[in-house]
């Protein structure tokens, strides 16, 4: 479990590409994200224009922040399925920003990851999907302002998943 924001390595960068597969691969290692998926052209314009299936993604954790399996950024729609995730911060993250979806089905979590380490939480949900605004600072609830509120995205749709991940 790496720390700090200096060194934040990504296995795949996909951008405002289609017609993309990421499969049968091991992905490990990655203080940033294994995968990151992002469409500043707005190309991907519904499921299954990038696809990411059957891999084994782990050991991308980071202490208190990244260390994701599949990260998906502005604009990007992905489908993520059969995939096995363990010891990642978040198996799956996605912002907020509008026109951002993914749909994940079929995966399996294994028990590690999920590793936030800040004082007020050890550890985090493994599907993860932020807001596009932080929310206002509401005395006694500090950490509530931490992109927690606006829009969360287009579409999200999580199916048929399996976890052994019980933090």
Not at 12 to 35: D, H, T
Not at 102 to 111: P, R
Request: aromatic share 12%; proline share 2%.
């Amino acid at each position: 479990t790496m720390e700090g924001d200096d060194n934040l390595e990504t296995g795949i960068a996909i951008s405002s590409c289609v017609g993309v597969e990421v499969s049968n691969m091991e992905l490990s290692g990655f203080s940033g994200a294994a995968i990151s998926v992002s469409d500043p052209r707005f190309r991907q314009v519904g499921p299954g224009q990038v696809r990411v299936r059957d891999n084994y993604i782990h050991n991308n954790q980071h202490v208190g922040g990244w260390g994701y399996g599949v990260a998906v950024g502005a604009n990007a729609w992905v489908t993520i399925e059969r995939n096995v995730f363990d010891f990642n911060r978040h198996a799956i993250t996605a912002n907020g920003k509008d026109g951002t979806s993914y749909v994940a089905d079929h995966n399996l979590v294994l028990k590690g990851g999920g590793v936030h380490d800040k004082w007020y939480s050890q550890y985090t949900h493994l599907f993860d999907v932020h807001g596009d605004a932080n929310c206002d600072y509401l005395p006694g609830d500090w950490f509530q302002h931490i992109w927690n509120c606006g829009n969360a995205g287009t579409y999200f749709e999580m199916t048929n998943n399996a976890f052994q991940y019980t933090n």
